[in-house]
């Protein structure tokens, strides 16, 4: 059965995408996830007869709303400076941020290094697998937008890139 992280997750993921209605099933267990409105909930399998546990889920629209607030200013700030000539790498998923391959070693990238469109900028941690994320371009980093061990959202830029 998922922990309750991952249903952490999934309800987040969920709740970014335009899907209203998401199941899955695995071992007798089902978990049910809804939008707008419809309580989410759990079904787990037990020698009793099943029961249904409600998945508190954050209600969406004020804290999403609340979200967008906070953080829309950075955002702009960001789109200002940039102009058409430069990239964003986007993170292509929720996870940990992470610079290089271990603590002990250099950064895979920094300001003013070459990247071409197979160099690995970082890693994102997501459910203890960590997940090389690659330039997709040829450049170079013009800016990090973000720092070593801090949290990322799907498509949070993470890297500005001068293309040659």
């Known amino acids: 059965m998922l922990k309750i992280q991952e249903i952490r997750e999934l309800i987040k993921l969920i709740d970014q995408s335009s899907i209203n209605e998401f199941e899955y099933e695995e071992d ?4 049910s996830l809804k939008k707008a409105g419809v309580e989410a909930s759990a079904i787990q ?6 029961v249904e546990e409600p998945v508190t889920s954050q209600p969406a629209p004020q804290q999403v709303e609340q979200k967008t607030e906070t953080t829309s200013e950075p ?3 960001v789109e200002t400076k940039m102009d058409e000539s430069l990239h964003k790498i986007e993170s292509p ?3 940990t941020f992470y610079s290089s391959p271990s603590p002990d070693e250099p950064q895979y990238v920094g300001t003013g290094d070459k990247v071409s469109n197979d160099s690995i900028v970082c890693i994102i941690e997501a459910m ?3 997940n ?3 330039a997709e371009v040829n450049g170079e980093i013009v800016e990090v937008l973000v720092e ?3 949290l990322v959202e799907y498509g949070q830029p993470l890297f500005l890139v001068k293309k040659q």
Do not use: D, T, Y
Not at 45 to 50: D, G
């Open 128 to 130: 203890k697998l960590f």
């Open 45 to 50: 399998h037990s020698p009793q007869p099943r």
């Open 148 to 150: 070593n061990g801090q």
């Open 28 to 31: 007798g267990a089902k978990l």
């Open 93 to 95: 998923m929720v996870g």
């Open 75 to 77: 955002v702009k700030a």
């Open 132 to 134: 090389e994320i690659e």
